[in-house]
């Protein structure tokens, strides 16, 4: 298992890294479009249509490390109050849920993916295709869903969480 638990921190890691490169690209694409524009008074197309995409990569990708480290939103009124074998319960409750969900938005998303694919949707200025960053996205909600499991495998063999994290 403990291979595993490797494998899975290499996994996040490298998505981490994705996300973070990916929000960098938008940054970068937005300045140069706003020095391009006031600036230089040139346009710069398609920067807008990248980045939106882009952005909505980097939110999937971002969502699979936030359930790994449980960084997501989360009220903490009653939990902190319960008692360990409580907020593990609690902990593996929740982490089924949120794989539910994320197992059912893949799905659906792998849909979305396939339906822009056989549309031919491009973007309006440059006329790139859209379905890659659907499909990019489809991948980080996928990571996501496999870090839940992981997770939830992990509290079922009573395998210490050395994440860090509640």
């Given at each position: ?6 494998v ?18 938008i ?26 995409l ?8 971002g ?63 440059l006329?790139?295709?859209v ?7 489809w ?13 939830i ?9 050395n994440?860090?994290?509640?």
């Amino acid at each position: 298992m403990r291979n595993l638990d490797a494998v899975i921190r290499r996994v996040v890691a490298f998505t981490d890294a994705a996300a973070a490169i990916f929000l960098i690209i938008i940054t970068a694409l937005t300045f140069t479009a706003v020095v391009m524009r006031y600036v230089l008074s040139m346009p710069f197309p398609g920067s807008f249509d990248v980045s939106r995409l882009l952005l909505g990569v980097a939110i999937f990708w971002g969502i699979a490390v936030g359930a790994y480290r449980r960084e997501h939103i989360s009220v903490d009124l009653l939990y902190s109050v319960m008692p360990a074998r409580a907020q593990r319960i609690m902990n593996l409750f929740g982490d089924i849920l949120f794989a539910a969900f994320m197992g059912l938005f893949s799905w659906m998303l792998l849909r979305q993916v396939m339906s822009v694919q056989a549309s031919g949707q491009t973007t309006f200025e440059l006329g790139i295709p859209v379905w890659p960053f659907h499909a990019v996205a489809w991948l980080g909600v996928v990571l996501c869903f496999l870090v839940l499991i992981a997770r939830i495998l992990r509290a079922v063999l009573l395998i210490p969480d050395n994440t860090g994290e509640r």
